[in-house]
């Protein structure tokens, strides 16, 4: 017995009643009406459907039922169904450390019915007698159905109803569903998904057949502009593939909202593969502004830890730092590959919503290195403007007038391109810098420097002692809880060492590598390349502008500027007749 404020609580342990062990596993696994729509829909894309249909009422708070045309389960199988623990998709430990199905667990329909009116109608034949189970008395009885399942839910929460109490409007449980149906259509293009809300259908992807139909889904998720402003790109390495669209700079948002991601078909939220794509978009996106993506994953289901989170929503890879830079720099080259010829010309509309109404930014100040900015005259050459048809005209055409001193005017093949001569200049500049730069130099401090550190820090030194002298230091283990600093790279050597070290280490431990080296050593270089640029009221002649324009043809990145800003604008001859009401 024990005393707390003054009353008795018994502390003999006590075996919890079945229906109230339920009901708290329950509590991990069905957070609300998308919770469940989630699991039942995984059992249904698990049981090989081609077609689910989903319907719901009120939010799914009244009702959710989804039927499918999946294998369907057996008479004798419908009560063990609903059995904590009873599963058809693994049978042994060998199972569980290489999960090939969405679901594995089988605590879902145990849940579920723990908390709601459950019905489950299956037939696992091809006539049409099936059988009907009632959650709550567990009696089977003969229901015509389809080969297939269907699963009515119906009021959710009516044995837990504080739960009610922690949901939201409606609408916003609406939408809660309708985003797992989006994350089901593009993991798996084959399946017809509908959704049906209070009695009106509002979702419905048919399965994909073609290319075109793969598109038509693209768009129905993600919004029709979204195909002409990204990049379809498939890589494999060490077993791994990785495949899928990730937009182009230019086609932001402000919010994280459209960002999906894929390991073998499953839908994760998972901080190593944001870091990673975050990473690879460093320099290209404008800063606080998000890119749009829907990446796709495979590897052996050994190297994927799935059984981490009731919910399932995250894994634990077994190579964690092999998946980050493989994520990282399938992306990365993917972005530095493309030139303004590969950028499908954006309407004025389109063009002017992608970028922030705010232009600002702020620049962090680096210490200079021992090289020098070449300046721009001494990287233009003479190009005079040729005598050419419209097809041997190059992507960002010729010069024709300089505006304000700031932009350069130019006619192509399409219509006009406008150019932000300092911008482009500044991309093309920091290109080049990286390409001179000799690489991370070591830099010896004249007395070293002991710090205190945790036992995870100090052993992550130890198992990434050759990373880490690769990137410039030279760092040492004093103790169990203390390093000693020797050494760290040059370029950074007026910096807070202390600090710098602490950083990677905590990359090191999160993500099992580190970029801050590469960062912050761009960052001296981007500095660098801003003050090297043609700066605005700079006037250029005809052949200095046309020699701006080809260099941005060739440059890494260059329709963006190291900030993120766009350097370059398209306008259609057809943008220019809408503005001039052509036509009409």
């Known amino acids: 017995m024990s005393k707390t404020r003054g009353k008795l609580i018994d502390v003999k342990i006590k075996q919890l009643d079945p229906k109230l062990a339920n009901q708290i596993a329950a509590g991990e696994v069905v957070e609300r009406p998308a919770s469940v729509v989630k699991e039942l829909l995984e059992n249904s894309l698990d049981a090989k459907s081609t077609e689910i249909h989903i319907m719901v009422e009120i939010g799914g708070t009244r009702l959710i039922k989804i039927r499918d045309n ?71 009885s003969p229901a015509p159905h389809p080969r297939g399942t269907t699963i009515e839910v119906r009021d959710l929460f009516f044995s837990t109803p504080a739960r009610r109490k922690f949901l939201r409007t409606e609408r916003t449980e609406y939408q809660r569903i309708d985003e797992v ?28 057949l073609t290319e075109q139909d793969e598109h038509r889904r693209l768009s129905a998720t993600f919004g029709p502009s979204f195909l002409e402003n990204a990049l379809y790109f498939s890589e494999e390495n060490h077993g791994m593939r990785l495949s899928g669209w990730v937009s182009l700079p230019t086609y932001s948002r402000s919010q994280a909202d459209q960002q999906f991601f894929f390991v073998n078909t499953r839908p994760i939220r998972d901080k190593l593969i944001t870091h990673a794509v975050k990473q690879a978009y460093s320099d290209v996106l404008y800063h606080g502004r998000q890119p749009v993506f829907s990446l796709f994953l495979e590897l052996d289901p050994k190297d994927v830890d ?67 900015v070449q300046h721009y005259a001494e990287l233009l050459r003479n190009d005079p403007v040729p005598l050419t048809t419209d097809s041997d005209i190059p992507p960002l ?10 932009y350069i005017l130019a006619q192509n093949e399409r219509g006009m391109v406008i150019v932000d001569m ?113 700066r605005a009221n700079r006037k250029l002649s005809i052949q200095e502008m046309n020699a701006l324009l080809r260099d941005m043809e060739e440059t890494e990145r260059s329709g963006q500027c190291n900030h993120g800003r766009p350097t370059f604008c398209e306008l259609t001859v057809a943008d220019l007749d809408g503005l001039f009401m052509r036509g009409r």
């Open 397 to 406: 055409g010729y010069a024709v007038a300089q505006l304000h001193g700031i």
């Open 181 to 208: 149906l989006r994350k089901a259509s593009l993991s798996h293009p084959n399946v017809t998904l509908t959704l049906s809300h209070n009695g009106k259908l509002l979702r419905q992807y048919r399965a994909c």
């Open 70 to 140: 999946g294998s369907g389960i057996g008479k004798d199988d419908l009560k063990l169904a609903l059995n904590r623990h009873a599963t058809s998709k693994i049978s042994s430990i060998e199972d569980l450390v290489a999960v090939g199905t969405l679901g594995f667990r089988g605590e879902a329909l145990a849940s579920i019915a723990s908390i709601a009116r459950l019905t489950l109608t299956s037939n696992d034949s091809d006539g049409q007698s099936g059988w009907s189970l009632n959650g709550e008395t567990l009696e089977v």
């Open 306 to 372: 799935v059984n981490v989170h009731p919910t399932k929503h995250e894994v634990r890879f077994r190579d964690s730092r092999n998946v980050h830079d493989f994520v990282f720099r399938s992306t990365h080259k993917l972005l530095a590959d493309v030139r303004p010829d590969d950028v499908i010309a954006p309407t004025a509309e389109n063009f002017l919503a992608s970028v922030p109404v705010q232009s600002n930014f702020s620049m962090q100040r680096g210490s200079r290195i021992g090289e020098q």
């Open 422 to 534: 300092h911008a482009a200049h500044e991309r093309i500049t920091y290109e080049r810098l990286k390409t001179v730069d000799d690489g991370v130099k070591k830099q010896p401090l004249l007395v070293p420097i002991t710090i205190a550190v945790s036992a995870a820090e100090s052993a992550a030194v130890e198992d990434h002692i050759e990373h880490l002298d690769e990137l410039g230091f030279d760092i040492a283990k004093f103790s169990e809880e203390s390093l000693i600093i020797r050494g760290i790279p040059a370029l950074l050597a007026r910096g807070n060492s202390e600090q710098l070290v602490r950083d990677v280490l905590s990359d090191l431990l999160e993500y099992g590598s580190t970029a801050r080296i590469e960062e912050q050593h761009d960052e001296i270089l981007s500095t660098m390349a801003c003050h090297g640029s043609v």
